[in-house]
């Protein structure tokens, strides 16, 4: 019987699973459509969440170069702090510099302070100055390794950043 159970719990969360990712796909469709007199009467929750969904869709279209000139200020800013949120929620500052999203490195400073992230800024700008790091080249970061991933943190001390108790830089874009 467990068998049958577990088989069941399995298609019921591949069905949920799929039905999850239309939703999603049916507000990215939706907000990429709206006029900008439709997403101003937005409540500021899904304003937030519209335009951090357009962006994305936008920024998918091209590549990360391209984003660069393709993008106005205002989506770059979402772009570079969704990115920098994203990976230091889920894994931290060493996660940041060891995935595809170090490329943003270079423009997080600006962006934090365009949003009144001071904090992030001070603390961001502190560790980069500390270390003397090369935003702009990052490739010692670059591994598959876990034990290389590991060692990181031996090297650089993350957990100052890691562990400040600071509003999640989402708040900020509201």
Same mark, same amino acid.
Not at 9 to 22: D, R, V
Not at 65 to 70: F, G, M
Not at 95 to 106: L, M, R
């Given at each position: 019987m467990r068998l049958f159970s577990s088989i !069941? #719990?399995?298609?019921?969360? &591949?069905?949920? =699973? !799929?039905?999850?990712? !239309?939703e *999603?796909? %049916?507000k990215d469709e939706l907000y990429s459509k709206m006029s900008l007199e439709e997403l101003r009467n937005l409540p500021d929750a899904e304003l937030c969440d519209a335009v951090i969904r357009r962006t994305s869709c936008k920024a998918d279209e091209y590549d990360e170069? /391209?984003? =660069? +000139? *393709?993008l106005?200020? +205002? *989506?770059? +800013?979402?772009?570079?702090?969704t990115m920098f949120n994203a990976e230091i929620e889920n894994g931290g500052l060493c996660?940041?510099? $060891? #995935?595809? $999203?170090?490329?943003? %490195?270079?423009y997080v400073s600006k962006r934090l302070e365009i949003i009144g992230a001071n904090e992030h800024k001070k603390l961001y700008d502190a560790f980069v100055s500390e270390y003397n790091f090369d935003l &702009? &080249? =990052? $490739?010692e970061f670059e591994t598959d390794d876990i034990d290389e991933f590991v060692d990181f943190y031996d090297k650089y001390d993350f957990e /100052?950043?890691? &562990?400040? /108790? =600071?509003p999640p830089l989402t708040d900020y874009l509201n």
């Open positions: !069941k #719990n399995a298609f019921l969360f &591949n069905k949920m =699973l !799929k039905q999850s990712i !239309k *999603e796909q %049916a170069y /391209e984003i =660069l +000139t *393709e106005t200020d +205002t *989506e770059f +800013t979402i772009y570079v702090i996660q940041f510099f $060891s #995935n595809s $999203s170090k490329s943003v %490195a270079p &702009n &080249n =990052l $490739s /100052e950043f890691d &562990n400040a /108790e =600071l």
